[in-house]
C-alpha cells in the first residue's frame, strides 16, 4: 500500500480553540500527524499538482480568503488566530465585503476553526497529498493512503469548519471524475458526519456519500447527518446517513458498515474514497463510540472486500498515545 504524507501539513498549528465557552488547546495539533508517521513508517510525498484540481470544489473566492486571511487578520492589528465573531445566518444576501470580521463570518460555519499563519500552505498540501494519492490508486487499481492533514470533510465548497479548510475526500473524488471514473463513491467513517462532504455532492448522481457517525441529535456538526437527508435533484437517493448512538461497538456498528457496503457494492463504484477518522476510538477524548484499536482491522477488512481501489484518507481522531496503532490497525486490513 502507498502511503502518502507533506511535511508542509504540519505548519498548521492554532494552538488554541474555543471550546464549551473557553480558549482551550486544540486538539488538532501537528502531534496527531507525527504519531501516525511513527506507526506507518515511512511516505511519499506528493508532486505539486497546482490549484486546478482544487477549483474543481472549492470557488476562487474562496481559496482566495483562505490565503490571505491571517494576514487580513494580523493587517487589522489583532493578535493570535484569525476567527469569525458573526455569521450571516439571518437574512443573509449576497455582498462582496472585504472586512476580515465580514469574510470570516461569510466563509466558515464555526469558532472552533481558527486560521494561523501556516493554515493555507498545511492544507494545500494535504490537498496535494489526496491527489497524489488517488492518481497512484487510479494508476495501479490498487488501494493508497492520503496521510491528511488538517481533515476535510467538515469542509463545505466555499466554508471552512470543524477544523477543515479543504475538503480533500471531495477534491480527491472529483480527480477521479476528471480522470475518467463514472462512479465515486465516498464511505466516511469518521466519528462525526461529513457534512461539507455530503454539502458539496448532494445533487450528484456520479459520487455517492455514504456516512456512519455519531447521531447528529447529539452531536456535532448537529444540523446535518440525519437519517432522512438523502440527496436532491439528480442525488437523490445517492446520500446515505446511517447515525448511531453514543456508546455504540464494533457489534452495534458492523451491521451499519454491512448497510453502507451493500449500497456502495449497488452503487457500482469504480473507485471508493474512505475518509477515515479514528475519534470513533472508546478512548477518544471528544468523541463518544466505544471501538478497540483491533476493530479497526476488521472494519477495514470488511471494505476491502468491495474489491474496490480505494483511497483512505486522514480525517479525525484525537486520542493521540493510541493514534499510530489505530491507523496502522485500520491500513492493514488493505
Ligand atoms: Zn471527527
Redesign the pocket.
Known amino acids: 500500500m502507498r502511503l502518502f504524507f507533506d511535511p508542509r501539513q504540519l505548519e498548521h498549528d492554532p494552538g488554541q480553540e474555543l471550546h464549551n465557552g473557553a480558549w482551550t488547546a486544540h486538539s488538532e495539533l501537528p502531534g496527531r500527524t507525527r504519531a501516525i508517521l511513527e506507526a506507518i513508517g515511512s511516505t511519499e510525498t506528493p508532486q505539486d499538482r497546482g490549484e486546478g484540481p482544487l477549483l474543481r470544489v472549492h470557488p476562487p473566492s474562496y481559496l482566495a480568503f483562505l490565503k490571505t486571511a491571517h494576514a487580513d487578520w494580523q493587517a487589522a492589528g489583532r493578535p493570535g488566530n484569525a476567527i469569525g465573531y458573526t455569521w450571516p445566518v439571518a437574512r443573509r444576501r449576497p455582498l462582496n465585503l472585504s472586512r476580515i470580521d465580514a469574510k470570516l463570518g461569510q466563509y466558515s460555519y464555526d469558532a472552533a476553526t481558527p486560521i494561523a499563519s501556516g493554515t493555507w500552505s498545511a492544507a494545500y498540501w494535504g490537498a496535494q497529498t489526496a491527489l497524489a494519492a488517488v492518481d497512484a490508486s487510479l494508476a495501479a487499481e490498487n488501494s493508497t493512503f492520503a496521510l491528511c492533514r488538517p481533515?476535510g470533510?467538515?469542509c463545505g465548497a466555499d466554508y471552512l469548519g470543524?477544523y477543515c479548510y479543504l475538503n480533500n475526500a471531495a477534491i480527491a473524488a472529483e480527480a477521479a471524475i476528471a480522470a475518467g471514473k463514472r462512479r465515486v463513491a465516498i464511505l466516511d467513517v469518521?466519528?462525526?458526519h461529513g457534512n461539507g462532504t455530503q454539502d458539496i455532492f448532494y445533487d450528484r448522481g456520479d459520487i455517492l456519500f455514504v456516512s456512519i457517525?455519531a447521531d447528529p441529535a447529539t452531536d456535532?456538526p448537529f444540523y446535518w447527518g440525519h437519517g432522512d437527508e438523502t440527496g436532491e435533484g439528480a442525488g437523490e437517493g445517492f446520500t446515505l446517513n446511517l447515525p448511531l448512538p453514543q456508546g455504540t461497538g464494533l457489534s452495534a456498528y458492523r451491521p451499519a458498515l454491512a448497510t453502507a457496503l451493500d449500497r456502495i457494492a449497488a452503487f457500482g463504484a469504480d473507485l471508493l474514497i474512505v475518509s477515515y477518522?479514528a475519534?470513533t476510538f472508546v478512548g477518544d477524548p471528544?468523541?463518544h463510540f466505544a471501538l478497540e484499536t483491533a476493530d479497526y482491522a476488521l472494519i477495514a477488512r470488511d471494505i476491502a472486500s468491495l474489491r474496490l481501489p480505494t483511497v483512505v484518507v486522514m480525517?479525525?481522531?484525537?486520542a493521540v498515545d493510541a493514534l499510530g496503532a489505530n491507523v496502522a490497525a485500520f491500513l492493514s486490513g488493505f
Open positions: 481533515p470533510h467538515h470543524g469518521d466519528y462525526h457517525h456535532y477518522g475519534d471528544i468523541s480525517e479525525g481522531g484525537y
